[in-house]
């Protein structure tokens, strides 16, 4: 019988860039399609890094290799006076799939987040095709909300506008 790997989870640091980077890139690609500018990223993680009241990054570590990632996001809530934690960036290594990783991540958020009196819940969103994640986010005692998500993105004319 084969025993399941040693998993860390740790908060993540400056060191942990490239991988919050590479997987990120990858998220978007597996997920949505989406090629996303390494430059670009780059600087998102390090103003994430250099912002710790808007978001924090979390790694598992496998044998001390990055194997996934997380980032939390605050979001107030007034009508509950209290904050927030939303999970994003997701990724866990394909090879490494199905073997806690995510579980992992998700308990240890969740141990920090029921210590923290402030927070009230923690939410993700998850893309409608991407019924593998919501399984397992069922999996680990999330709900499907009440929500839809709607946005107005203007990320693109911001990119156009700085190449000018």
């Known amino acids: 019988m ?3 790997p040693r998993i860390v989870v740790r908060d993540a640091d400056l060191r942990d860039t490239a991988d919050i980077v590479e997987f990120n890139r990858r998220l978007a690609l597996e ?11 780059t600087a998102g993680v390090r103003r994430g890094f250099s912002h710790p009241e808007l978001c924090r990054y979390f790694v598992a570590e496998i044998d001390g290799k990055v ?3 997380t980032m939390v996001t605050l979001e107030l809530t007034d009508w509950r006076d209290g904050v927030l934690w939303w999970l994003q960036s997701v990724y866990v290594e394909p090879d490494f799939r199905r073997a ?3 579980r992992a991540l998700y308990r240890h958020i969740a141990e920090r987040a029921r210590h923290d009196q402030d927070v009230r819940g923690l939410r993700l969103y998850v893309h409608h095709t991407n019924q593998r994640a ?6 680990m005692g ?3 909300a009440d929500y839809e998500f709607y946005e107005h993105d203007w990320s693109d004319a911001v990119r156009r506008r700085n190449e000018d």
Do not use: N, P
């Not at 919501?134 to 999996?139: G, Q």
């Open 31 to 41: 997920s949505e399609e989406k090629v996303l500018d390494a430059a670009i990223v």
């Open 142 to 144: 999330m709900a499907k």
């Open 67 to 69: 194997v996934g990632t």
């Open 2 to 4: 084969e025993s399941q």
């Open 134 to 139: 919501m399984r397992t986010y069922e999996a």
């Open 100 to 102: 806690g990783v995510f």
